[in-house]
């Protein structure tokens, strides 16, 4: 069964890049990962979600290796207000798993 | 357009008793998960509905139950309360083509708190 595993939290200064890394060394053939944002008194906010190599959008990349066990989110240029919990989560089919999360903490 | 709207948001019971908690998607959305989350566990998924029929389900006793209406909108009954039931739970709606891959959108959550 797919599990993914991230550190439980990480400190980095604003105008920083930062990237959490996420294990999942069980990834199935037609398993997605995908990262969400969540705030304190909120529900968690879809950021990115990728299959493998690198995907970007407006406020963060994704980076995938070749042989799909980890990826890499990362976000550049921090401020303030990017301090929230992480998650990463590895779906498929009928499958939906989320790591524990890693709580990101930006210093001014 | 609205967003995920669950209620009560804050509730406490004692244990034994049963409580259910509403989750109302986004206009549009078929698909309805639910999701406990505790500081130790993090997000742990609980079910899908999908019209009105339960897809996908976690790894939670009987106990947890659901149940999605014709209007997509979807209730989440715990019965028999246990202290280890104090959590945040969020309700999720999508366009359900696929829970693994489909965006999620999250409500704020209710907040159970079990005495």
């Known amino acids: 069964l797919a599990k993914t595993t991230q550190p439980i939290s990480m400190d980095s200064y604003e105008g920083q890049e930062v990237n959490i890394t996420c294990s999942h060394n069980?990834?199935?053939?037609?398993?997605?990962i995908t990262w969400y944002q969540q705030f304190p008194s909120q529900g968690p906010r879809f950021i990115i979600q990728?299959?493998?190599t690198k995907v970007t959008n407006e406020v963060a990349s994704l980076f995938i290796p070749a042989d799909r066990k980890s990826s890499t989110l990362s976000l550049p240029r921090v401020s303030l207000s990017d301090t929230a919990v992480y998650y990463c989560?590895?779906?498929?089919?009928?499958?939906?798993?989320f790591g524990k999360g890693t709580r990101l903490h930006i210093l001014p | 357009k609205a967003g995920v709207t669950q209620t009560p948001r804050y509730l406490i019971k004692t244990r034994g008793q049963q409580v259910t908690l509403s989750c109302s998607p986004i206009?549009?959305?078929?698909?309805v998960s639910w999701y406990q989350q505790t500081p130790g566990q993090g997000l742990q998924f609980l079910f899908e509905?999908?019209?009105?029929?339960?897809?996908n389900k976690g790894n939670f006793p009987g106990r947890f139950s659901g149940r999605q209406f014709s209007n997509s909108r979807s209730e989440m009954n715990v019965s028999t309360l246990e202290l280890g039931d104090s959590a945040l739970y969020l309700c999720?709606?999508?366009?359900?083509?696929?829970?693994?891959?489909?965006?999620?959108?999250f409500g704020p959550g209710t907040r159970l708190t079990v005495l």
């Open positions: 999720a709606s999508s366009l359900g083509r696929r829970i693994g891959t489909d965006t999620q959108y």
């Open positions: 990728g299959y493998k």
């Open positions: 509905y999908f019209s009105e029929t339960q897809r």
């Open positions: 069980n990834i199935a053939t037609n398993d997605y």
């Open positions: 206009s549009g959305h078929r698909s």
């Open positions: 989560l590895v779906g498929g089919d009928d499958k939906i798993i």
